[in-house]
Each structure stands twice: as C-alpha cells, then as structure tokens.
C-alpha cells in the first residue's frame, strides 16, 4: 500500500505542470463549453421557474373561469347581466349608452 501512495505521490509531484492544466481544462470545459454546463444549468433552472410562474398564471385564470361559469349555469339572472355587459346584448325596446372614462 505504501508502494503505490509513495508512486502515485512521485507521478503527481513530475507531472504538476500537466495536473494543472488538465484541472484547469476541465473546470473551463464543466463551467463554459459543455451541454450541461453550470451557465447552462442556470439558464435552464431561470426557464423552468419563468413556466412555473407561467402555469400558475394561467391555473388562476382557469379557476376564475370556472368560478364564473358555475355563477352563469346556476342562475339566469346572472346570464342575462353577463350577456348584457360582456356583449351589449339588449331587449328590443332599450337602447344602450355606453360611458367610457377619459383620462
């Protein structure tokens, strides 16, 4: 065991010139070049948390929408006013004023 620490302790301390520019080489290879690089790591991890944040704005719309649609099946009051609102849909006999603010 002594034999092969001593040895391998010998092959480093010849070649120390050679260990650090391999090290050197790989770490700029992990950190720069390479598909799964740390940047691209990152990149990836920011692009996976932007289409999180993206379902979780579109899973809130769902709901409002469902919420909604549930309002408009279970009464036909709130059909009506929806319609009314939504589509300036009118009876025969009314007309329709629409009033916009101005800023």
């Known amino acids: 065991m002594k034999n092969i620490f001593s040895a391998s302790w ?3 301390r010849k070649h120390v010139t050679l ?3 391999l090290v050197i080489s790989f770490l ?3 950190i720069f070049v390479d598909e799964n690089s740390f940047i691209q ?3 990836y ?3 996976i948390h932007g289409l999180k944040k993206e379902i979780q704005h ?3 719309i769902i709901d409002e929408s469902k919420v ?3 309002e408009l099946e279970s009464n036909e009051n709130n059909l009506e006013k929806f319609a009314r609102e939504q589509y300036l849909m009118k009876k025969n006999n009314e007309d329709i004023y629409i009033i916009t ?3």
């Open 10 to 12: 010998r092959f480093i």
């Open 19 to 21: 260990m650090r520019i």
């Open 28 to 30: 700029f290879i992990m």
């Open 41 to 43: 790591s990152f990149l």
């Open 45 to 47: 991890e920011q692009q």
């Open 58 to 60: 579109y899973q809130n």
């Open 68 to 70: 909604k649609l549930n």
């Open 101 to 103: 603010e101005e800023k």
